[in-house]
């Protein structure tokens, strides 16, 4: 049959685009070396005319909720690591600067080390895999290769770590993404897609390089996460109050509803965010809404999270099925536009709380039964979007101040595992594995970019901390 008829044995691809060969698609990716080497990703120097790091992150603060900004500032000037989780603003006008490859992949887009951690899967397992995707957007793998890799420094330099381990760290984790990006090459696709950091791979992982005292941790943790669900955080986060069940008021970090607002603006919100649980079912699969529906929501409450996200709309909702002990708890946050928009385009998705949603299912290889999106009516602006999903499901995460070297590797191996994975379902994992080839260029490379740009991270950090002493802006501890 003639090359690319469409027929059983030609070369085009559902939809109709042209089949690459694998050999093709190989010799794209050494094609790109020549215009990039890999070497090229050694180093970072800040772009003449770059912005004021603060400038940007208050650029960020000004669409938030102005009540919660000065507690985004008081986490971020904490620590250049707590700095670095709030400024991937910051860090994407730095990578829009830094030589690429030309492959693109679906991106995390603030791929640092805490975003990666143990998930539930719909099935009950645990396993090892990304977690944020609030700045997803399709772009150049290394951008979430470099963020990662400079997170592991920032984190190991407050540890008190000297370079030689802080190298080996950032080695170790880009040589476990090429080395896996390497063996996706010759897999196929379902393959690819069906794969998982299942736990069996964690253990042996941890066998093989941390010993008893590890292995003895990695048991903890991981039966610390399979207590992190909705019923653990319906024990936490709620009590009776007056007869019924209800948030427990931790202001400013969750404050219920009734406490916000009254009269008109309280009715409002309240409809807004039950018209949100009832209509994003539509972004479920049809098992799913009908298991949804066979709960009530009965009480909301504003709650903030993490550092970067301090300040944007995020709701938690109390929800109850067959009687008052069988909770849910969805958490509903603000989806606005990613970072990375500015310099790689625009979502080609109408809602960003559908581009976080859709990201995320991309990227994950298990994910949240309750995952999906809306748009709401809010009481000061006319809509704003949001995406959905359980506030807790069996999540744990390790702490960096609390690994030792040895197991700080290990993490970043598994990290870099697993973006390298993500990366494979997205993007032309044959191509990617070709440009990294099999000897360690790319791996010193980007330990030094690592360092360098921990530098500049320091430098940023310092702003903002002159900033909060000279009162432009203010910060609070919360």
């Not at 603030?110 to 396993?127: I, K, Q, Y």
């Not at 709620?238 to 009254?262: C, E, K, N, Q, W």
């Not at 300040?311 to 002990?325: A, E, F, P, S, V």
């Not at 999106?373 to 809509?383: A, G, I, N």
Request: net charge positive.
């Amino acid at each position: 049959m003639a090359r690319g008829s469409g027929k059983p044995g030609g070369r085009v691809m559902v939809g109709g685009a042209r089949h690459l060969t694998p050999r093709e698609r190989a010799e794209r990716g050494k094609a790109a070396r020549k215009r990039t080497p890999r070497s090229a990703h050694a180093g970072f120097e800040p772009a003449p005319g770059r912005p004021d790091p603060v400038a940007v992150v208050e650029e960020q603060s000004a669409a938030r909720v102005q009540e919660l900004i000065p507690i985004r500032y008081g986490r971020m000037t904490e620590t250049p690591f707590r700095f670095y989780r709030g400024a991937a603003a910051v860090m994407a006008q730095d990578l829009a600067t830094t030589p690429d490859s030309g492959l693109t992949v679906q991106l995390c887009g603030d791929a640092h080390m805490l975003n990666f951690r143990l998930l539930g899967s719909p099935e009950r397992r645990l396993v090892f895999d990304i977690n944020d995707f609030d700045e997803t957007l399709r772009g150049p793998w290394e951008w979430d290769l470099q963020r990662l890799a400079a997170s592991l420094v920032i984190a190991a330099r407050e540890n008190g770590w000297p370079r030689s381990v802080r190298a080996r760290i950032v080695q170790d984790t880009v040589r476990s993404y090429r080395e896996r990006m390497r063996a996706y090459a010759g897999m196929g696709n379902l393959d690819v897609w069906y794969d998982h950091g299942d736990m069996e791979r964690v253990r042996l992982l941890a066998d093989e390089r941390l010993g008893a005292r590890g292995r003895g941790r990695l048991t903890k943790a991981l039966g610390k996460a399979r207590t992190r669900d909705s019923l653990q955080a319906f024990e936490k986060l709620t009590a009776v109050h007056d007869g019924r069940r209800r948030f427990t008021p931790d202001p400013p970090l969750i404050v219920p509803v009734d406490d916000l607002l009254s009269g008109a603006e309280l009715d409002r919100l309240v409809k807004g965010l039950r018209q949100l649980v009832e209509r994003y079912v539509r972004s479920l699969a049809m098992e799913r809404r009908h298991l949804l529906r066979q709960y009530r929501v009965v009480d909301i409450a504003r709650k903030v999270v993490g550092v970067g996200s301090v300040g944007t709309r995020c709701w938690i909702l109390l929800l109850l099925g067959k009687d008052d002990q069988d909770p849910l708890i969805l958490q509903a946050k603000e989806a606005d536009r990613s970072v990375l928009a500015e310099h790689l385009g625009e979502s080609p998705y109408d809602n960003q709380g559908k581009r976080v949603v859709a990201g995320q299912r991309l990227m994950q290889a298990v994910g949240d039964v309750f995952l999906g999106w809306d748009r709401v009516t809010d009481v000061d602006v006319p809509q704003r979007d949001f995406y959905v999903r359980q506030l807790h499901d069996w999540k744990g995460i390790v702490e960096p101040q609390d690994m030792v070297p040895k197991g700080m590797r290990v993490f970043g191996e598994l990290c870099g595992a697993t973006l390298a994975r993500a990366h494979a379902r997205s993007g032309d994992r044959i191509a990617i594995a070709a440009y990294l080839g099999g000897g360690d260029v790319l791996d010193r490379a980007l330990a030094v970019f690592a360092e360098d740009y921990a530098d500049q991270n320091e430098r940023d950090h310092r702003a903002l901390v002159t900033a909060v002493r000279k009162g432009r802006v203010t910060a609070a501890g919360a």
